[in-house]
């Protein structure tokens, strides 16, 4: 062997060592940005005593009651948002594993959201229920795309 050959299988395993870490999304990267501009959608619509969900987030709808939608809207946008816009821009495996456990997470926080809203006998509005919805959408995608991985 000489020492160009040495070179290029160097470059060939690096080349193998760089697709092993990237995920192809595929038509499932469309289904996650529409999801998570839904999410964001959901995120400005109101969420319980005419308080948005960014509002939720930052705080000003206080409460015993909006401890847990404030944690789903954390969530959400950590997950939902955040996670996914990275997953989506890197394409590393890394990202889309932490989608798919953060987005099962946040799906799971949603529900108790809205339950727990229901429960104490206030409103749930409607972008609580758009958001839950395209998280669980998010979740659901990256979940597929994570077992996917042989």
Partial sequence: MT?????????????????????????????????????????????????????????????????????????????GVLTSALALTTRRWFFTWVGAAGGWFASVDGVLAIWSRQSSGTDVGIGLVIAEIAMVAIAIQWFRTAASRT
């Fill in 3 to 79: 020492e160009s050959d040495d070179e290029m299988r160097e470059e060939i395993d690096e080349v193998g060592r760089r697709v092993a870490r990237t995920v192809e999304l595929g038509g499932r990267a469309v289904v996650v940005a529409v999801a998570v501009f839904v999410l964001l959608i959901g995120l400005i619509l109101p969420w319980m005593n005419g308080a948005s969900g960014l509002d939720v987030l930052i705080g000003q709808e206080s409460g015993k009651a909006s401890m847990v939608p404030r944690l789903f809207a954390a969530t959400a946008v950590l997950f």
